[in-house]
């Protein structure tokens, strides 16, 4: 019964410490989903920006400086300030990667070289014995 009582006393305390480290912590642990989620919120604007941005026929610039106003405007919506101009430039390109990369996959423009026979990896038998070694059971040799 002492042993009931003691592990309930320990595990007591040890609960509180965790509540108080949280406690202690939990401006920092919100800050830091906060912010992730922020970052999220960044990058889908700034990919229907960039492909919004793509269909207007301006040049590449005038798209950038398009596509940063539509995301200053999506954050301005959304109720999320501070987020610096490099942040979402960085979106910005990360976005149009993204787009030339997905339109590449998609065109015929990839093509591939032709490599020569010389440079080809031929297969090998790896399962043949070598010429100098007996042939036989290695137990019995």
């Known amino acids: 019964r002492d042993w009931l009582y003691l592990g309930i006393t320990i595990a007591s305390y040890v609960i509180a410490i965790i509540a108080g480290v949280y406690a202690r912590n939990k401006a920092k642990i919100n800050k830091a989903t906060t912010a992730g989620k922020a970052l999220d919120v960044v990058g889908q604007l700034a990919t229907y920006a960039v492909h919004e941005a793509e269909h207007t026929g301006m040049g590449n610039e005038q798209k950038r400086e398009f596509a940063s106003q539509v995301i200053v405007q999506g954050l301005n919506y959304l109720g999320i300030k501070n987020v610096t101009a490099n942040v979402i430039n960085g979106a910005i390109e990360k976005a149009v990667n993204a787009m030339h990369l997905a339109n590449m996959e998609d ?27 007996p042939q036989g059971d290695v137990n019995n040799g």
């Open 107 to 133: 065109s015929d423009e990839i093509t591939v070289a032709p490599v020569p026979d010389n440079e080809i990896l031929k297969p090998t038998d790896q399962l043949t014995a070598p010429e100098n070694q």
